[in-house]
């Protein structure tokens, strides 16, 4: 049985960071693509980072750039989600998902391309 565990959302001010560690079991996590995504309430699940499967490369969405970073560590099946310059609009709960395949490209930025997916965890950013 696949699970995706994550861990480390809390609340912080404005200004401050977080990092959210993703655990996974039950898959061959190494050759998965892994990507963070959130969903605020009454929004849609949005995309926020895809890290690649040797986690030397990650992507974020434009509104994330040079505040939130990722990596992976594959030894210990986990990855990071680094949240820097944290504004009230990161206020969401927060995904990690992965891919059920092995192939193709490691930026995918649609919630349907993933088959697993965690429980989530909420961050909360005051201002």
């Known amino acids: 049985q696949v699970q995706l565990v994550e861990s480390g959302g809390g609340v912080v001010q404005v200004g401050g960071s977080l990092r959210l560690s993703c655990t996974a079991s039950g898959l061959t996590f190494s050759t998965k693509a892994v990507s963070w995504f959130r969903q605020a309430p009454g929004k849609e699940r949005e995309f926020v980072l895809a890290?690649?499967?040797?986690?030397?490369?990650?992507y974020s969405a434009s509104s994330m750039k040079g505040r939130f970073t990722g990596s992976r560590d594959n030894a210990k099946n986990t990855v990071y989600l680094q949240m820097n310059s944290l504004i009230p609009e990161d206020t969401a709960f927060y995904y990690c998902?992965?891919?059920?395949?092995?192939?193709?490209?490691?930026?995918?930025?649609?919630?349907?391309?993933?088959?697993?997916w965690g429980q989530g965890t909420q961050v909360t950013v005051s201002s």
């Open positions: 998902a992965a891919r059920g395949t092995d192939n193709g490209g490691y930026y995918v930025s649609s919630p349907s391309e993933y088959a697993y």
């Open positions: 890290i690649s499967r040797t986690g030397d490369s990650s």
